[in-house]
């Protein structure tokens, strides 16, 4: 579904590559969580999944891009959204309307979705998302979490084949976060949507994604099973990452009890785990 071949890319502001020489293969249906240091290339990459690499941001780019078969390089951003929903980090970058009801019909419309389909959707994602409660505010009023939510209304609303989200939970409440994680592991599961998740919050991400690439230094430095990856305190440390609550926790109690700890790879084990030690 998504291929990546060979691609290097260089702001025109900068004397290097922030991305050298990549390539990677997204299949369908795949949960991807991108993580690395801030400034290591992940927003770059996922610019490229839409178009906005090379199309809107300029610069020097080589290699190819390939999404859902169509190369990228012939296709505009506009044509591509219909395939690639892209939520940006900066949620009000995103915004482009007066209301909430007009943002999330906004891209519906501009897909030639009838009325009466586009009310349907409205209806559906503002209780998929619960936030039916502020369909008549204005966007300026919304607070960015609001903001973040809605922009994620209107790409589910306009239903592509895969979400590519920046951040999407930064600015959200816990209980926002919990329902935005049940949202994208039905549209996964069920809908088999390709979801691609840049995500700072490595304990979000180990409940969430099934695959996990570590970017550093323009290069892919790890590129596997979610399980494995965030496990892997050395691994992630030496790439200036925070490694997930549970499983410092549980290297921890491996090493104060210098007895053999499995380390959880999901929080579900981890209860398991502490169940069975404390009988």
């Known amino acids: ?51 906005l690499i090379p199309h809107s941001i ?31 980090q900066e949620p009000s970058f995103q915004i482009a309307t007066p209301n909430v009801t007009s943002e999330i019909a906004f891209g519906m419309e501009n897909l030639g979705i009838s009325r009466e389909e586009i009310l349907n959707r409205l209806d559906r994602v503002l209780e998929t998302l619960s936030i039916n ?18 922009i994620l209304a209107s790409i589910l609303a306009m239903n592509p084949q895969i979400l590519v989200l920046d951040e999407c939970s930064s600015m959200l409440d816990l209980p926002s976060k919990l329902n935005l994680a049940t949202t994208l592991k039905q549209l996964n599961k069920n809908e088999q949507k390709t979801i691609v998740m ?3 919050d490595l304990d979000y991400l180990l409940e969430l994604a099934d695959r996990i ?37 549980f290297q921890e109690i491996q090493k104060e009890s210098k007895i053999a700890v499995e380390i959880p790879s999901s929080h579900s084990q981890a209860t398991e785990i502490l169940r069975r030690m404390l009988k």
């Open 1 to 51: 579904m998504i291929d990546i071949h060979k691609v290097s890319f260089q702001y025109l502001s900068s004397s290097t590559n922030i991305l050298d020489n990549i390539s990677l293969k997204i299949e369908k249906g795949e949960f991807v969580g991108i993580i690395g240091p801030t400034g290591c290339g992940k927003s770059t990459l996922c610019y490229m999944l839409n178009g």
């Open 58 to 88: 300029k610069g020097y780019f080589s290699g190819t891009v390939s999404v859902s078969g169509k190369k990228l390089v012939n296709e505009s951003v506009e044509e591509m959204s219909a395939i690639v929903g892209y939520m940006l």
């Open 133 to 150: 409660y502020i369909r008549n505010r204005a966007t300026a009023d919304l607070s960015e979490g609001e903001k973040q939510r809605v």
């Open 198 to 200: 840049i995500e700072h």
């Open 213 to 249: 690439i570590l970017i550093n230094n323009g290069q892919i430095i790890a590129d596997g099973p979610t399980a494995k990856i965030l496990t892997d305190i050395e691994l992630l440390r030496a790439n200036d990452l925070v490694p997930p609550t549970v499983v410092s926790l």
